[in-house]
């Protein structure tokens, strides 16, 4: 969805060929971030048919820079560079291939349904998008009575926003396998050929043997469901590979339009992540630029370093302000236990990436026994080893979110102090560790069978088979890179034919066919109102009928939904109930039992949907005898 632009954009601005192909996802989505603010403000409808034209437009204009500069001719790749290609397609077909099925199965049916906190929120976002044209970060204001102005981060809704002939539930189970099946495999890839060049082959294993990290997928997509996060850290590797490519080549002027659209991507998405990449990119500018930079400051021209040095001190400035802001502070100190209690715990479980639920999975030493070979393998070269180090960041980040008051969390707090939304960072860079350890241990034995005088042919044959061997011998003895694990963790917030009765929004799958049916047969003009907890925000998530409160918790002090939450069942009796159905429009309840669900929350603050008398109430639809659809008959 966002690859062709953003790769058209990369070509426009002298990126190479392959790297543009890497960081066309968080390109792409940079450019739709600027695109959904102008169409907001110019009251433009956010949709395939005005983003289409864009897209168009900017590859015409990339084919006709490219024949000007005289690339399109497939003659002028260099013998690298068609390697380069290779891999990558393969390992990014193979990789992501792993991915998809695994995701399949997990969801079983194409409409497949998120539940959960975070799951109907996102439901509700994408439908919002569809219903309103608009993907600017205050979208999501639409999801709440007296919403104007909310910011929320919404690529990711944006990107499910462009599918409207699907249903909202197929088209944002489509984004979540773009992100995960294509941009971390892609991006993957791609990142292997900037950090080590030389070595093709490490462009073939590394998105493959990303697919056996369990945090991404099985955590943030499926267990958390915080799927802003999730696309983030898809678009991690991509990113890396562009500030990879930009820290150890020439800067040039023309780079500034990528850097700018490569943060208003992940900001786009989720601007907790731009944190880690920020970080991440430290130990490349220093390695990469601080040399050169050196040397410009100590030859001769005494303006160069008073310059520096105050672009230094106003960068600090602005750091330190970022991180002393009141809301930043209470980002910070967001409340979470610690998880395990010794560090070097801690340590081992981010590295094997290890399940909370399930635990690590069979044999998990062996891809981080690739992993440290290969670690130690990139410290050989400067551009492999500011790798290493941002990989060793980014389990730092994990760890301290796990003690939460390492650093006084200020850093892991953007990130809510919860681990695995750091961990999920990590499939890029485990995948390019991994795969150069298994290629250093495989020219091991070539160097082996070259003294033995082998033909250069017969060694290449045993090198590939010996590649593709290895891959295929991890695959299986880690029961297929954990795929059982992953499908796992996506069934607790995933609803499919096959699930049975799950303590959660909705009861059962029939339950979501019967409010699909109904939603179907109500009139146009139909308000529905309802415990969020309990499914009457599906209504609008699923079948698009306006309902009130719309997500688990929109619902603010000082609203009518806010007053009918707690206090509908005395609508019989109290005056301000009326007034507050009569301000939403609201024509039918959705009712439960308080049993219903581990109780729906309803003794801590959303009583007001529960023991409701029906004396002015008529049924529309019942689901079961204790939980239906009525229609409001008092309040008139």
């Known amino acids: 969805m966002t690859i062709q632009p953003g790769y058209s954009i990369a070509r426009l601005f002298r990126i190479p060929r392959l790297l543009a192909l890497g960081a066309g996802p968080v390109l792409g989505l940079g450019l739709f971030a600027v695109l959904a603010h102008v169409y907001s403000a110019l009251g433009i409808r956010w949709g395939m048919a005005s983003v289409i034209p864009v897209g168009l437009a900017l590859g015409g204009l990339a084919v006709f820079v490219s024949h000007r500069r005289g690339e399109l001719s497939f003659s002028t790749w260099t013998g690298l ?113 900037q950090v080590l060049k030389k070595y093709p082959a490490i462009a073939f294993a590394a998105p493959i043997y990303s697919v056996w990290m369990l945090s991404l997928v099985g955590v943030v997509f499926g267990q958390r469901a915080a799927l802003p996060a999730g696309l983030a850290a898809s678009l991690v590797p991509g990113a890396l590979a562009l500030i990879w490519h930009i820290s150890f080549e020439r800067l040039r002027l023309v780079h500034i339009v990528p850097i700018l659209l490569l943060v208003a991507g992940v900001v786009y998405a989720q601007p907790s992540v731009m944190v880690a990449v920020g970080l991440f990119a430290i130990p490349p500018l220093l390695l990469g630029q601080g040399p050169k930079l050196w040397k410009v400051m100590i030859g001769g021209n005494k303006l160069i370093p008073v310059g520096v040095g105050l672009v230094a001190g106003f960068a600090l400035i602005l750091v330190n302000y970022i991180l002393t802001h009141p809301r930043v502070q209470s980002v910070a100190n967001y409340p979470r236990a610690p998880h395990l209690e010794d560090n070097w715990e801690r340590l081992g479980a981010v590295l094997i990436d290890e399940s909370v639920q399930f635990g690590p999975g069979v044999n998990s030493w062996l891809v981080i026994m690739l992993v440290v070979v290969g670690a130690v393998f990139a410290m050989a070269w400067r551009k492999s080893t500011a790798f290493v180090a941002a990989w060793i960041v980014c389990i730092v980040l994990a760890m301290g979110a796990m003690k939460v008051d390492w650093l006084g969390s200020v850093f892991t707090g953007f990130f809510y102090n919860d681990f695995p939304r750091i961990t999920a960072i990590l499939p890029g860079f485990v995948g390019v560790l991994a795969g150069a350890g298994t290629v250093l241990a495989v020219l091991s034995i070539a160097r082996i069978l070259q003294k033995l005088r082998l033909h250069s042919t017969i060694i290449g044959v045993i090198s590939f088979a010996l590649l593709v061997g290895t891959v295929v011998v991890v695959r299986d003895q880690t029961d297929n890179f954990r795929e059982d694990i992953r499908v796992d963790l996506l069934a607790f917030k995933y609803f499919t034919p096959h699930s049975g009765k799950m303590n959660t929004v909705v009861e059962t799958w029939d339950e979501i066919e019967y409010i699909r049916g109904l939603s179907e047969d109500l009139p146009d003009d139909a308000v529905i109102v309802g415990n ?100 409001i008959d008092a309040c008139n």
């Not at 959705?590 to 929350?601: D, I």
Request: hydrophobic share 45%.
């Open 81 to 193: 560079e068609k390697r380069q290609l290779l891999a990558i397609a393969l390992g990014t077909a193979i990789g992501g291939g792993l991915q998809a099925f695994g995701f399949l199965r997990a969801l079983v049916v194409p409409n497949a349904v998120r539940v959960g906190w975070d799951g109907v929120y996102h439901l509700s976002g994408v439908r919002a998008v569809v219903e309103t044209g608009d993907a600017s970060v205050f979208a999501m204001s639409r999801l709440y009575q007296d919403g104007e102005g909310i910011f929320y981060p919404t690529g990711f809704h944006s990107l499910a926003g462009l599918l409207p002939w699907v249903d909202v539930e197929v088209a944002l189970n489509s984004t979540v396998i773009f992100a995960s099946a294509i941009a971390v495999p892609l991006g993957t890839a791609v990142l292997a050929t």
């Open 532 to 631: 969020p907890l309990g499914g009457a925000s599906m209504f609008y998530a699923l079948g698009g009928i306006d309902s009130y409160p719309k997500a688990i918790n929109t619902f603010r002090a000082g609203t009518a939904e806010h007053y009918l939450v707690h206090n509908f069942h005395d609508y019989l009796t109290d005056p301000a109930v009326c007034e507050a159905v009569r301000e939403l429009g609201a024509t039918h309840v959705y009712l439960k039992p308080e049993t219903y669900a581990e109780g729906l929350g309803s003794s801590t603050g959303r009583p007001g949907f529960f023991d409701v008398p029906h004396d002015a109430l008529t049924l529309e639809r019942a689901y079961t005898d204790k939980i239906g659809l009525w229609r």
